[in-house]
Every structure is written in C-alpha cells, then in structure tokens.
C-alpha cells in the first residue's frame, strides 16, 4: 500500500505501488495506490489509472476507485484484475472498512466497450471476503488475480499475519461472488509478520513465452512471489502446485537469509506480475521507494516510482527466474556511442562519453580472464553478499574485479555510484558477485545509502559476462549477465546531475578485463500526460 502525490519528472515511467496491470482490447491499464491529498501514506488512499498503448507512454485518466462505501470508506488498498471469460475484466480490491478492518471487494467495468474503462462499478452484494478466525482483522489484504483450477473453480489468495506467522489464505468460488476459505493455508511463514502482495503465476520450463495465469499441466512451474513488509523485500519460491488438491510445494523454504530468491536485490517491494498476451509475455512491475526524508517528499511533491516493466521467464536451470526491460523501452533510445576491443588493465577507468550520462541505457560486454583465477571462498554460505560488496570491500583490490560501471558520477568521481562484479571460486563452484555501492552517492549526509549485493552461480568455462544499466536522474536498474540477477538503486547526487553526470567504465581487480563491446545511448522523455493533451512529464 504506497502512495503517489504525481509521476516523477524522469524520462521513464515512474509511479506507485501497481494494483491490477492488465492488457484489454490494444490497451494497458496501470492501476496504483495514491493519495490525493499529500505526498505521504494517508487515511484516503486511491485506485489512480493510466492507460498505455506500449508500456512506456502513459495518459492519466479520472480514478478509478475511490473510498465511498462502508466497507471502502477508510482506503481502496491494493488488489488484481482478473479477465473473466467473453473477455470481462474484473477487479479484487481490499476495502479498509468503518472498523478498519480489511475486507475484500468486487468492482466491474461500467462500460465494457469502452477499451479504457474509465468508470467501475462496485458489488452491491460488497464485502465479498471478510478476515476469517485464523488471521487478524487488519492484517488481510492484497488478493491476487485469480485463476481456474481444473475443476472449474475459480482460486485466490490473500496475504495475512496471524502473531508473528505470515500467512497465504486461498478462496474458492464458482461464479466470483461466492467464495469459501480453504481450511489450511497456501503458504505460511514463522517470524515473518504480515504478508503482502502475494503473487502466484506459472512459467514454461522450456521457453521464454510467458503463460495464462489458469494454466497448470507438465510444461509449467509455478511461482509464488511474497512481499514481507518486515523486510520491505520481494522473494519468490519456484515449486509444484496441484490444484485438485490446494497444494504448492516450494522447492526451498524460506531461511530469511541471502541464500532466499528476491526478483530484485536493491530497492524493489510490492511487485505484481500479469499475462500479456498480446505478445505472449509475463510482465513484472516493481514499487520503489524514497532514499530520502519524508520532508523531502513532501517539498517535492510527490514519493514512490515504478521500474521499467520487466519480463520474465524460467532460467534453463529450473532454479531462478531471469528478467529483462521489455523491448519497448528501446524505442527511447537516441544517440549512440560504442567501445570494441578495449582493454581495462587493474586500476583503470575509462569514461564513456558523447550520451547523456543522467539519463542513458547501457550494455557492456566483458571478456573474461581465466576464471581459476579468481579468488578462493571457501564457504559461500557463512558469507552475506551485501555485506561483501559493502565498504570497505568494494574499494580493495580483488583478483577478477571489482570491474563494472560508475553512473551518475561526477568529473572527479567524488560522487558516483559503483555497479559491478567480482569472480569468486569455491571447492565445487564458480560465483559471481554483483553489487550497487552506494556510499559514495551523494555528499547529501541524510539519505540511505545501504549498498546491495548477491551472488549467482556462473558456469566454470564462462569467457564473457554482460551487465545492464537503466540510468535516470535518480534512478538505476541493473541487469546482470542477460538477467540472472537484477539491482535497483535509489541515489540522489547533488554534482552529477544533468549535464554533469558522467558514466566510467572501471576495473579495480588484479586481472585485466576486456570491454568487447560496450552500446550506450542517451534517453529521450516519455510521454506522460492527461487523457486528450499529450506532455512530456
């Protein structure tokens, strides 16, 4: 449940906390969480809706949903969208009632042949679902979108917190209205407090299309995806669901330590997914929140961004999903500056000029040294990530790195922030370590600047590895090798800004690394503007 006061300013879609993305009739919705009132949580939070024909330009439309109903009257908090068959979409919300209990609603298209479906119509017969005996009255929100289960029922799940145990609640119901609680939960956690956002989808285990969220045979997965507000952290479990008998089993429980699956190491929280098939896709959004103080939240006007919609699919591995910006953020892409052949030698930086540097798309392929080279950990598993890439690690010299990028860095590097790898060996396996050191940022002293880190196993014969950087004013989403791992960071330079942003490609290791090819290109505005009058935000 986050809040939006108005879309950030920055040339890439920036919003709130999504509710119900959706593709309907050549359109996509995007429902989030706003107050209109202020750029801070309120008592009044909002259904906000912009539609899109690529994902990337957006107009804003009137709201959605608005507190007017007593189950409704203290919040529309975040809920799915659900597309019914004869292609009638619906919606799940969770309703903040006159006792602030969280209940969950129904709301459908007024008008189905208008493909922005501009106005919603509440249930009469709201609220549908109300918190059962075994989770706390306002600690039950989030419904997923829903799906068919083989014996033509429709299933949802709710997130919930009974004492300190998270819990998954599933419904069932034959026509939407009508659900029942199943008498043992989806999914529960100890020590974990409220779960929230849960998410629940299949993916291929032999392609990159994504798939219909009811499908459940032997060419697919499934993920359960859990947002714990504890950790304000997304972690997601691949397992087996059957539906005939309400069972997901996750192939690793949840440790609450690094070695736990998050979509996303760096700031990312309250993500949902949904089935475009329109280009037959699985698309991730994530929420990211402020570095800074609320103070300066509210002098600006607005808090909370959205990352670039991302797709996502099933590693070859079957052990992690990959993700990747979704191919129309390209279609921003203006001037072009490449590197070939160029050689890092230990301790060298090298600036990629000729971009924008504070608003940029870049890719860079590094070749590898041998990687028996890299330096020994003997056990991986007694050793945090985030703490490694964390000072004074990252500045020390390594064997195969550190090596990556330096974005939004000023001339003199005072400010800068470092994306990079590591080679590291064990006795059975290879790793590399991915990080986004924030501590030199900004000079501004009352910001958060935790750094993020996380491993992933890489193949012993690997000669190159790519690295992915989406740069705009504030912020940076990082995509390492094709997507195996993903980092958000969140900074707020006071030098390297506009014009005098600047990028550096660096190699701190031991080892030289080669740059085989580095694409940069500046990046132009989206489009964002109120429905019948286009503007740049």
Known sequence: MFLLKKIDSECLLHSADPNAPMYYKGVYHFFYQHNPYAATFGDKIIWAHSVSSDLINWIHLNNALEPSEPYDINSCWSGSATILPGE?????????????????????PKNLSDPFLREWTKHPQNPLITPPNEVEEDEFRDPTTAWHGKDGKWRVIIGAQKGDEGKVILYQSE???????????????????????????????NSTNGVDTSVENSSVRHVLK?????????????????????????????????KDLRFDYGKFYASKS???????????????NESDTTQDDIEKGWAGLQTIPRKVWLDKSGKRLMQWPIEEVENLRGSKISITGKKLEGGSTLEVSGITASQADVEVLFELPDLESGELLEDPSEVDPQLLCSKPYASRNGQIGPFGLLALASKDLTEQTAVFFQIYK????????????????SLRQDLDKTTYGTFFDIDPNLKEISLRSLIDKSIIESFGDGGRASITSRVYPLLAIKRDAHLYVFNNGSQSVIISKLNAWSMKQAEIGLEGSIRCA
């Open 88 to 108: 009638k979409p619906v919606i799940l919300y969770t309703g903040i009632d006159h006792n602030k209990h969280q209940v969950q609603n129904l709301a459908t």
């Open 426 to 441: 064990t006795p059975n396996r290879h790793l590399c370590l991915m990080c986004s050191d924030h501590s030199r940022s």
């Open 274 to 288: 949904f089935f475009d098939y329109a280009k037959n896709r699985r698309i991730l959004w994530g929420w990211v």
């Open 226 to 258: 859990i947002s714990y507000q504890s950790k304000q952290h997304d972690y997601y479990f691949l397992g087996k669901y059957v539906s005939d008998k309400e069972n997901f089993v996750p192939d690793e429980k949840f440790t609450g330590t690094s």
């Open 175 to 205: 026509d939407f209205v009508n659900w029942t609680v199943s008498p043992k939960p989806f999914f529960a956690t100890d020590n974990t407090r409220v779960i929230e956002c849960p998410d629940f989808f299949p993916v291929y285990i």
